[in-house]
């Protein structure tokens, strides 16, 4: 197979893939180039893969690899580079969706999480607050948590990542329209 016909059927593939690891398109775009530069040098080899689309994730798999080494040896990190800077302030936008839902809650529950989720109290400092033991408030924390998921779950159908986090959301009645 020709080195251009191997490119033009993978490129996209390849680019979202790279997409889903990298947060700035145009290391995306550099990791793409490196990507067809080394495949560029086997085909004028002639050692072609047998598997060229399992090569081809493997390189680009420790493409993405070298990018975060390179990128951890450097001494100066721009925040904008980060991708859990973009969360906090989802998760801090997301908070003002939770609130209705935490306030339909006992008010036991409600105090609970808006004290410990929401203005991030540790849970130690809760309990001796409160004069109870540390698994005792661990266990409300964890009853509370269950209640709000049931509320979440009787209003919106979640849609969540890879690893847990939401993403999108869709009421499930009308009437249900926290944010």
């Given at each position: 197979m020709e080195l251009e016909?191997?490119?033009?059927?993978y490129k996209k593939s390849l680019q979202q893939f790279l997409r889903t690891k990298i947060s700035n398109d145009s290391d995306v775009e550099d990791l793409l180039q490196e990507i067809l530069l080394k495949t560029h040098v086997e085909f004028g080899k002639g050692q072609q893969p047998t598997n060229i689309r399992a090569w081809l994730y493997?390189?680009?798999r420790n493409a993405v690899i070298d990018h975060y080494r390179k990128a951890g040896r450097g001494k100066d990190?721009?925040?904008s580079d980060l991708w859990y800077e973009e969360e906090s302030d989802k998760e801090?936008?997301?908070?003002?969706?939770?609130?209705?839902?935490?306030?339909?809650?006992p008010d036991?529950?409600?105090t609970l999480l808006k004290e410990i989720d929401i203005q991030r109290k540790s849970?130690?400092?809760?309990?001796?607050?409160l004069g109870i033991s540390y698994s005792t408030l661990k266990s409300q924390v964890q009853i509370a948590r269950k209640e709000l998921h049931g509320l979440f779950?009787?209003?919106c159908a979640l849609s969540l990542d890879g690893r847990?986090?939401?993403?999108?959301?869709?009421?499930?009645?009308?009437?249900?329209?926290p944010c």
């Open positions: 016909a191997v490119w033009n059927a493997k390189v680009a990190i721009d925040p801090h936008i997301f908070a003002h969706c939770l609130l209705p839902f935490i306030d339909a809650l036991k529950s409600a849970q130690k400092e809760m309990a001796a607050s779950d009787e209003c847990g986090n939401i993403i999108d959301y869709h009421p499930r009645k009308d009437q249900c329209n």
